[in-house]
């Protein structure tokens, strides 16, 4: 698989310095000229780059910052054509003319971005494409919602079955929605992926850094046996990919684990069904489970046939695993809290612990907590959703500021995850020595973590609770034991007792 990674210029840092050190994982650099100024001389940053390069001039009307008018395009092209990059990017609705008339067919990758969303007849253009007999074709439409996956995945695997002419298209999807598909795309039989320079410099939505895309797919060289998924929102934040991709290297699993972004009840109706019967089965794969995410942990409760106790009790999921005829549903978050705190040498019997939040995380955390022996109170925004959680639970309501006597703080909504500071979160009144734990993470420390430190508690992150819950998720998945060790490097986090 070749990784091309997309330049983007950064201001004040010289061009040609950047270009002579691609990204760690990178096979090829796109320079991307509709994105670098007019000019600088293309020239010296294709023989700056110690990678093959692909020369891309992309259009306005195909979302980039290029000329759409087709004569000025030419012009640039037969400027460009002396070059020695490996491949140039020519779009088929603008630059089909440019095919062997300037720019030789076998140096040429054709290429079609939908910016407004996903044609319905992808596969008609992607056929037309492929008869232009150029080096590569490139389809990338938008997606937006789980069926523009479920498209550009279905023409990446009638590509596949097509057989060795095809193996020329690339075919993934742009939008956050869209990363599920540069992963199983590369896997499907597509030659490249596209990444983007750095975290700062994306390119488009949805890319990978290089070395994000051989972390999370590099131990497949086709195919997967298995499928499996986190489903959420905002699903470019999920660390549970790495998380579990790094287990199936670490172990020799040929297995996949992609981000779904889900926005509906809908799109949970199409994926939490038995063994067999998920749109994703109906691509071909074999699904072997799911991670569920906030906010669809309750919904996805509702959707198994059959709960494990604890998660009847909390009326909440974050593991589905789908069998023959049924949907088996558990809530590994408590192992998650279960453990921290052991970890953190806190004894629950007996003791007061506050929980924050109403919603299915919150419970999974005060079942968590009594089981363990712990007085629970519960203390939401939604005061009527904080007393109906209280009742189902055998709780008591309080409000974050009575939470002087409480030995452990679960934090379990979004608040504070930006790192931005948090009135709510400010109210907090722990004894010095509490622990708090803070269920969201991010990239930056939360407001809780820095709220701990100049208060004197001691903070268990949302990475912690991360891994252990997947620990227990990843056994519930495979059938294997965890790999705990290559689990928690994944994480950044210091090697943990096996």
Request: aromatic share 4%; glycine share 10%.
């Amino acid at each position: 698989m070749e990784i091309v990674a997309t330049f983007v210029p950064a201001p004040r840092i010289d061009p040609a310095e950047e270009v002579r050190r691609p990204p760690s994982g990178a096979t090829s650099v796109e320079l991307r000229a509709d994105l670098l100024e007019r000019d600088l001389d293309l020239a010296s940053l294709v023989a700056a780059s110690p990678l093959p390069v692909v020369v891309t001039l992309r259009s306005h009307a195909e979302g980039g910052e290029g000329p759409d008018e087709p004569a000025e395009r030419r012009r640039f092209f037969q400027r460009a054509a002396s070059l020695p990059a490996a491949l140039f990017d020519l779009e088929a609705a603008r630059d089909g003319e440019l095919v062997d008339a300037v720019i030789p067919r076998d140096r040429v990758i054709l290429s079609a971005h939908f910016t407004s969303g996903v044609a319905a007849d992808l596969e008609r253009h992607a056929t037309a494409m492929l008869a232009a007999g150029t080096r590569f074709i490139k389809v990338v439409p938008t997606a937006a919602r789980l069926s523009d996956v479920v498209a550009v995945v279905r023409l990446a695997e009638a590509l596949e079955r097509a057989g060795r002419p095809a193996r020329r298209a690339v075919v993934f999807a742009t939008g956050e929605a869209g990363r599920a598909t540069r992963l199983l795309g590369p896997l499907l039989g597509a030659r490249m992926a596209y990444a983007a320079w750095d975290a700062a410099r994306v390119a488009a939505p949805g890319q990978y850094l290089p070395e994000e895309l051989g972390a999370l797919i590099g131990h497949l060289g086709g195919r997967p046996r298995r499928l499996f998924a986190v489903l959420r929102s905002q699903v470019g934040a999920s660390l549970s990919p790495r998380l579990h991709a790094a287990a199936y290297r670490a172990l020799g699993l040929p297995n996949v684990f992609v981000p779904l972004e889900v926005a509906e009840l809908a799109e949970l109706d199409a994926l939490l069904r038995p063994a067999g019967e998920s749109c994703l089965d109906g691509l071909g794969f074999s699904v072997g489970g799911f991670a569920v995410a906030m906010p669809w942990k309750e919904e996805a409760a509702k959707r198994c046939t059959l709960l494990a106790p604890r998660a009847r009790r909390a009326a909440a999921v974050n593991t589905v695993l789908p069998r023959p005829g049924k949907v088996l549903g558990d809530c590994t978050d408590i192992d998650g809290i279960t453990r921290v705190l052991a970890e953190e040498g806190v004894e629950l019997r007996g003791s007061r612990a506050l929980v924050l939040g109403a919603g299915g995380a919150a419970r999974a955390a005060a079942v968590a907590l009594q089981l363990g022996g712990a007085r629970v109170a519960i203390a939401a925004r939604d005061a009527a959703r904080a007393r109906e959680t209280a009742a189902r639970l055998g709780a008591v309501v309080t409000d974050v500021g009575a939470s002087e006597r409480a030995a452990v703080v679960v934090n379990a909504t979004p608040a504070g995850a930006d790192g931005r500071p948090n009135a709510w979160l400010e109210s907090l009144q722990l004894p010095q020595g509490g622990v708090v734990v803070d269920m969201p993470y991010g990239a930056v420390p939360t407001f809780l973590e820095q709220l701990a430190t100049t208060r004197g508690w001691r903070f268990v992150s949302g990475r912690d609770v991360l891994l252990f819950q997947a620990i227990s998720q990843f056994a519930a998945m495979t059938g294997v034991a965890p790999p705990v060790r290559a689990m928690a490097a994944a994480l950044g986090l210091d090697v943990v007792r096996e």
